[in-house]
């Protein structure tokens, strides 16, 4: 190889050389960082951005409120305690008494088997007071309808019976009546039909007061057109006896 060649091939590898290193010097010269400008340079690869983390946002107050479970029992200004709230209201009070629909009142219990309520022959007769529609399925006032199926201890006197020998049934009135023993209550709501689990003696001509405790029915029994009978009594018990 000449002198001349080998000057030629020396500025070859020069200007490859140049080409090599050349763009890097121009990217460096325009990074951020060179530019002036307020960039910070993150190696992704070595330090990752932190996790953000989001905070659960408050619901306003009402919504608050509105979620919250409710009491299961409120007190009224009286002192009681709500029971029920309607349909109808039910109201206990500090001596035990339950107020219902804020005028009727039992006089205690629970509606169980182990604690009847103690019912009031006011509440019974409180049903003729808005019986407008006798045909009607609803007839009965729904401080009435939610006696139906509880168990309730109830005092009044039987109705007269001809017969002599022990009964299993019998009609229990809130009322002495007339010494007839055909003779009608005053008043429909004012009798309860009683069946007893075993058969007791009525004596012919003596005044029964009885406390009875069964399982209480409230329901329309008609015939011909005729109200034949609203409330009912099964698988009773005499709890205390007295007779005149």
């Given at each position: 190889?000449?002198i001349?060649?080998f000057?030629?091939l020396?500025a070859?590898v020069?200007?490859?050389?140049a080409?090599l290193?050349?763009?890097?010097?121009?990217?460096k010269?325009?990074?951020?960082?060179?530019?002036?400008?307020?960039?910070?340079v993150?190696?992704?690869?070595?330090d990752?951005?932190?996790?953000?983390?989001?905070?659960?946002?408050?619901?306003p107050?009402?919504?608050?409120q509105?979620l919250a479970p409710k009491?299961?029992?409120?007190?009224?200004?009286?002192?009681?305690?709500?029971e029920?709230?309607?349909?109808?209201?039910?109201v206990r009070?500090p001596d035990?008494?339950?107020?219902?629909?804020?005028?009727?009142r039992?006089?205690g219990?629970?509606?169980?088997?182990?604690?009847?309520?103690q019912l009031?022959?006011?509440?019974?007769?409180?049903?003729?007071r808005?019986?407008?529609?006798p045909?009607?399925?609803?007839?009965l006032?729904?401080?009435?309808?939610?006696?139906?199926g509880k168990?309730?201890?109830?005092?009044?006197?039987?109705?007269r019976?001809a017969?002599?020998g022990?009964?299993a049934?019998?009609?229990?009135?809130d009322?002495?009546?007339?010494n007839?023993?055909?003779?009608?209550?005053r008043?429909?709501?004012?009798?309860?039909a009683?069946?007893?689990?075993?058969?007791e003696r009525?004596?012919?001509?003596?005044l029964?007061?009885?406390?009875?405790?069964?399982?209480f029915?409230a329901?329309?029994v008609?015939?011909?057109g005729?109200l034949?009978?609203?409330?009912?009594?099964d698988?009773?018990?005499?709890?205390?006896?007295?007779?005149q």
């Amino acid at each position: 190889m000449g002198i001349r060649a080998f000057w030629i091939l020396l500025a070859v590898v020069a200007l490859a050389a140049a080409a090599l290193v050349y763009p890097r010097t121009k990217a460096k010269a325009q990074t951020p960082a060179d530019s002036g400008a307020d960039f910070t340079v993150v190696d992704i690869a070595k330090d990752p951005a932190p996790e953000v983390v989001s905070t659960p946002v408050a619901l306003p107050v009402e919504h608050q409120q509105a979620l919250a479970p409710k009491p299961a029992q409120l007190k009224p200004d009286n002192g009681g305690i709500v029971e029920q709230e309607r349909d109808p209201r039910l109201v206990r009070m500090p001596d035990g008494s339950l107020i219902v629909d804020h005028y009727f009142r039992i006089a205690g219990g629970k509606g169980t088997a182990d604690d009847p309520y103690q019912l009031q022959w006011e509440l019974l007769l409180s049903a003729q007071r808005n019986f407008d529609e006798p045909t009607a399925e609803n007839a009965l006032p729904k401080h009435i309808q939610f006696l139906d199926g509880k168990f309730v201890v109830l005092n009044g006197v039987t109705v007269r019976s001809a017969e002599t020998g022990p009964a299993a049934e019998f009609v229990l009135t809130d009322m002495q009546m007339d010494n007839c023993p055909v003779c009608k209550a005053r008043s429909i709501f004012a009798t309860v039909a009683v069946k007893l689990k075993s058969a007791e003696r009525m004596e012919r001509g003596a005044l029964n007061t009885y406390t009875v405790r069964g399982h209480f029915r409230a329901a329309l029994v008609r015939d011909n057109g005729f109200l034949l009978g609203v409330y009912f009594l099964d698988d009773g018990e005499i709890v205390s006896r007295t007779r005149q």
